[in-house]
């Protein structure tokens, strides 16, 4: 009776073992099953949050990357206080003191020009080798890409104005027309030089707060964004609509 009970055993153990083995499959095959049915990850979920403008890419991208927009965002505070410095001291010079353009860059060379003779002169004087002044040469290719940039966009804004000046797209004639109203106001406040500073400053300066503050500056300007369409939207209706122009492009489109 005994030696049947030691053969049973092995047996019974064998069977629990089986189903113990079994279970556990089964929970490491839930459990790797939960994993891929996991959400989507922080990052994920983070790049189908608006942005403004419907920009996709990163600012320092959309600033076109490399040493301006390392200015811009201030990735480099000593280079870019130095820039605004600079911007800040022609700024002071030419409209609290009235210097003249002219007068400060004839100054510079005279400057410039009156310290090297001086210096060759010395080193010619003591016998000893000139300083080497570098020659300094514009490259075609460089020149040329930039005229090309120039001309592209040039090209690209006449056909949105004779877009415009055609009659065939309402909005942007509106948009053109306030836009242009505005810098008429701000120029009536500001002179030129003045208007280039603050815009100077602002691009110093509104990127890298936008950059630190993206996630609370966004949702923000998702629900202005929004009430602006829901404004828009109900003017057209009641405004743009019954205007001649909107009711004749209705008729030939």
């Known amino acids: 009776m005994a030696e049947e009970l030691e053969k049973s055993m092995p047996k019974e153990e064998s069977l629990m073992d089986k189903i113990a083995e079994k ?5 490491s095959s839930s459990s790797s099953d939960s994993e891929h049915e996991k959400p989507e990850s922080p990052s994920a979920l983070k790049a189908k949050i608006y942005r403004l403008f419907g920009r996709e890419k990163p600012v320092h991208k959309v600033l076109g990357g490399g040493l301006p927009a390392d200015v811009f965002l201030w990735r480099d505070k000593k280079l870019s206080a130095s820039v605004l410095g600079v911007a800040t001291a022609i700024w002071v010079l030419f409209e609290l003191v009235e210097y003249h353009f002219l007068s400060l860059v004839c100054h510079i060379l005279i400057f410039a020009l009156g310290a090297l003779f001086l210096l060759s002169n010395a080193h010619a004087f003591m016998n000893k080798t000139p300083p080497k002044i570098p020659e300094i040469h514009i490259k075609e290719e460089h020149f040329l890409m930039i005229v ?23 909005k942007k004639f509106l948009m053109v027309v306030v836009g242009l109203w505005i810098i008429s106001v701000v120029g009536n406040w ?3 030089l003045t208007l280039l500073y603050i815009c100077f400053v602002v691009l110093h300066t509104v990127p890298m707060l936008y950059e ?21 939207m109900v003017f057209d209706e009641k405004v743009l609509s019954k205007l001649p122009i909107a009711s004749l492009k209705a008729k030939l489109g």
């Open 148 to 170: 090309s940039a120039l001309r592209n966009e040039l090209n690209q804004a006449f056909v949105i104005l004779r877009s415009i000046a055609l009659g065939r797209d309402l």
């Open 23 to 27: 279970i556990h499959d089964h929970d």
């Open 190 to 192: 500001f002179n030129f």
């Open 212 to 232: 630190k503050h993206e996630d609370k500056v966004d949702p923000v300007a998702e629900k202005t964004l929004k009430e602006l369409k829901k404004h828009y």
